[in-house]
Every structure is written in structure tokens, then in C-alpha cells.
């Protein structure tokens, strides 16, 4: 055992009255002007580059020479707050500006949304230069009021605190007075009360009509530093993301209803989705401007949260089972995850012969495997069990997994994986068990770890 901080989330339901969610969807809609206003700063700054820089071209400059010799800063944070301040004007003292009403809201809405705008920004550059893993991020998109999830952050320090505990069932947060919650905070109030959590920000937002608090503690807890001899005896286990399943296992793990090898979603969630599919049917059947209309999208919203909910419940459910139960467990290289997955199709846009065989589950299926691995990162460093990544160049699908031989001619219309060997094998399961051949353990992730909780872990 090795005491470490660690980073985690608690996130509870609130209950608001009534002036208390307007006063959530004031702030909320304060960060989303926030964010875009910082946004709108980059973007102008950037066209001005590319404006600059086309002209030169146009003149006769090679293009590479003029991207390098035109110079135009985006503004970060610093810079946009500071033309904030000196622009926003102030609506108590008659004064005009470019957000007067900003001291009705909590002054910290406005600056973690500058903060996201520039996280938004490097995230895009960095992806653009292959500096970040996982699926392609798009240019930073303006967030639009019923498209962008209802969010803001509050900060939090220890002389002026944006959340208290007022009881077990009541959170206090800034400038909103005390809120209702429909779970109770024991768990997280214990700790705060030893010591052993010390609250960083509280983050609201609205899924479907609920609105919840997730609470960001710097939190030291005891780490494993070795897996148990159970997990040790457990071995390697090898992941591979399906399209027909969620996920085929190199070998059986109990994940809570006994041995699975091809784990697919519990029913419930399969129920979840079929409601869903209903409420979109029905959604297209009503007139645009209808009251029946807005009420089918309520429900259809509401469901869609439930259905996001028990999505990374279950998920949660699976990895914690897998880092508690072998010593180490191998994935893919997200590169790969991420390539592969768009090759196979995603939610919104099924690759060929994917759709017909995913059927009604596809969208379930489309777990993330950023998600995923973000959550077997911290689960096993958690659970003293070690992470490891199969080399992005290995065709772990096209491998057989008892003799090594390459089969080429496989296609992804086929499921069974067959060798001149003699082995004969689910495509997935093949795979999965390259990867735990083949995966290298990656360092132990630093002490601080994000885990979203919801009694989960
Ligand atoms: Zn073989």
C-alpha cells in the first residue's frame, strides 16, 4: 500500500426549486456566452492569419514560408479576460457593454469557460498534429442553446469556498444558496470531515430535465502497489472492442452474472434502447410546432439521459471487474481503437455489412474507447493491477493467435477466424487474445487520476 492523491469526481442528483433552475440555466447560459465569446476570439484571429497568409501566397510567396513569417497570437485566457473586463460594461451602473449583466452570475462561469475554450483549442491543434490519440478532433464548434449540454464550473478555494455540505442531503453551492439532492452525500462528507478530501470544483449540468453537481476532490487513499495473488493467478486479459459485441475477452471473466467471454449489454439496456427507438419514431410522426411535439421531445430527452446512465454504469461495472479480477489488462492502441471503430462505423454513420449485423445494439455498442481506457487506467492503478497497450502496427485481428500466421484475405464480413493451423475461432476473441499476447505494459499512470462517481468506482 502506498498512500497517493488521486483526483475524483462525486456527482449527485440536485432537486432545485423552482428559482433555483432558473438561476441554473442563468449560469449555464453565462458559461455558454462565455465560452463562445473566448471561442469567437480565436477564430477571428485565426481567419486573419489565414487571410494574411493567402495573400502572400497570392503575391508569390511559397506557402510554408508565408505560414511561418505571418505572426498573429491567439488570445488565451489572460488576454480574453482581460478585454473582457475592460468591454463588458456593467448594467448597476448604467454602463453598456458587451455582457453588462455579468454580475449576476457567479464570476467563475465566465472563467472556466475561458479556460475550456482554450482547452477546446489545443485539443484541436494538438490533434491536428498528431500530438493526441484517439478519433480525429474537429475545429472547435460554437455551442448553441438546446444542442450543447446545459454546464458550468465553479471553482473552488479554500477561502472562499464554492460549495459547502450544509447536511447529508443539501449542498450549498455560490450564489445559488442551498440545493436539494436526491442522493445523500455521507460518503463524500466523511472524508471531507477527515481530511482525506479536499474539494477542487464543483461542476453543474443538466442531463435530459435532471440537473446534477459533480464535485472534484483531491482525495489521498491508499493505493495497491502489486495485484493480489487472486489477480496475479488471473493472468493477462486481452480486450478487444466488437461491433456485434461490446467487447470479447481473451479469456472468461466474471463481469457479475458469471463467466462472459463475449460481453454484451445487460437488458436493461437493451430495453433502454428500444424505448428510445420508439420515441424517435414518434417523434417524426408529429407536426414541427406541435405541443404533442415538444412533449414526445421531453420524453425523448429523458430517455436518452437514462439510457447515457445506465451506458456508463455498466461500463464502469466492467472495468472495475476487470482491474480487480486479473494483474493485468491489455487494449489497444487507442490509434487503432479509434481507426478501426470509424472503419466499422459509428452511431451516426454504420460503416458497410456493419449495420445489418449490429442491428438494433449498434448504438450501445458505440462505447468510446477513449472511455473506456480512461477508465482502465485509473481502475488499475486503483486496484494494483497494470495496463497494457499492443503496439499500433500489430494486426491483432489478422493474426492467428495459436501459431502466428497472417491471414490476409479475412474481411470484416467474416466472424470466425480460421488457420491452415487447424484453429478455428470467434474473429474477436482471436483478437482479443493477441492483444493479451502482445500488449506492453505502459508505465503506471501518475497519482492524479479523474474518475467520475457515482458510487460506481
Ligand atoms: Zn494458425
Redesign the pocket.
Known amino acids: 500500500m502506498a498512500r497517493q492523491q488521486i483526483l475524483r469526481a462525486f456527482k449527485f442528483a440536485l432537486a432545485p426549486t423552482q428559482s433555483q433552475e432558473a438561476e441554473l440555466r442563468r449560469h449555464a447560459g453565462a458559461s455558454r456566452w462565455a465560452f463562445n465569446h473566448a471561442l469567437a476570439a480565436k477564430t477571428t484571429a485565426h481567419a486573419s492569419w489565414r487571410a494574411q497568409v493567402a495573400a502572400l501566397v497570392e503575391a508569390g510567396t511559397a506557402e510554408d514560408v508565408a505560414r511561418k513569417q505571418i505572426k498573429i497570437a491567439v488570445p488565451r485566457k489572460p488576454e480574453v479576460q482581460t478585454a473582457w473586463i475592460a468591454g463588458r460594461g456593467d448594467s448597476r451602473a448604467g454602463q453598456d457593454g458587451a455582457c453588462p449583466w455579468f454580475h449576476e452570475v457567479s464570476t467563475y462561469c465566465f472563467q472556466s469557460a475561458f479556460q475550456d475554450a482554450d482547452t477546446a483549442w489545443k485539443n484541436w491543434l494538438d490533434s491536428l498534429k498528431g500530438r493526441r490519440a484517439g478519433r480525429r478532433v474537429g475545429y472547435p464548434r460554437f455551442k448553441k442553446r438546446g444542442r450543447s449540454r446545459d454546464s458550468f464550473r465553479i471553482h473552488h478555494d479554500v477561502k472562499r469556498p464554492g460549495i459547502r455540505l450544509a447536511t447529508h442531503r443539501r449542498l450549498r453551492i455560490l450564489r445559488l444558496g442551498e440545493v436539494r439532492l436526491h442522493d445523500s452525500v455521507k460518503r463524500l462528507a466523511r472524508l471531507l470531515a477527515r481530511g482525506e478530501a479536499v474539494v477542487q470544483s464543483v461542476t453543474v449540468s443538466r442531463g435530459g430535465d435532471r440537473w446534477y453537481a459533480s464535485v472534484l476532490c483531491k482525495v489521498s487513499a491508499d493505493l495497491p502497489q502489486r495485484p493480489t495473488r487472486r489477480q496475479a493467478a488471473a493472468g493477462v486479459v486481452g480486450l478487444d472492442l466488437g461491433v456485434t459485441h461490446l467487447v470479447a475477452l481473451s479469456q472468461p471473466a466474471d463481469l457479475g452474472h458469471g463467466p462472459v467471454q463475449l460481453v454484451n449489454n445487460p437488458r436493461h439496456l437493451a430495453a433502454a434502447q428500444v424505448r428510445l427507438r420508439r420515441a424517435q419514431r414518434a417523434l417524426s410522426r408529429t407536426q414541427k410546432g406541435s405541443a404533442r411535439r415538444e412533449k414526445v421531445k421531453k420524453r425523448l430527452s429523458r430517455l436518452h439521459e437514462q439510457l447515457a446512465v445506465r451506458r456508463v454504469g455498466f461500463l464502469h461495472q466492467v472495468t472495475k471487474r476487470l482491474a480487480t479480477g486479473f494483474g493485468v489488462v491489455a487494449v489497444e492502441d487507442l490509434h487503432v481503437a479509434g481507426m478501426t471503430r470509424s472503419a466499422r462505423g459509428t452511431v451516426e454513420s454504420p460503416g458497410r455489412n456493419v449495420r445489418q449485423k449490429a442491428g438494433l445494439n449498434r448504438a450501445i455498442l458505440d462505447t468510446s474507447p477513449a472511455e473506456l481506457r480512461r477508465q482502465l487506467t485509473y481502475k488499475t492503478s486503483w486496484y494494483g493491477s497494470t495496463l497494457a497497450v499492443l503496439d499500433r502496427w500489430f494486426p491483432s485481428s489478422k493474426t ?6 497472417q491471414n490476409p484475405r479475412l474481411t470484416l464480413a467474416d466472424r470466425v477466424f480460421t ?5 478455428t475461432l470467434n474473429r474477436d476473441i482471436n483478437a482479443a487474445r493477441n492483444i493479451a499476447a502482445h500488449a506492453v505494459a505502459v508505465a503506471a499512470p501518475v497519482a492524479e487520476t479523474v474518475a467520475p462517481d457515482r458510487g460506481e468506482t
Not at 492467428?400 to 500466421?405: I, L, P, Q, T, V
Not at 488457420?419 to 484453429?423: A, D, K, Q, S
Open positions: 492467428c493467435s495459436a501459431c502466428g500466421r488457420c491452415v493451423c487447424g484453429l
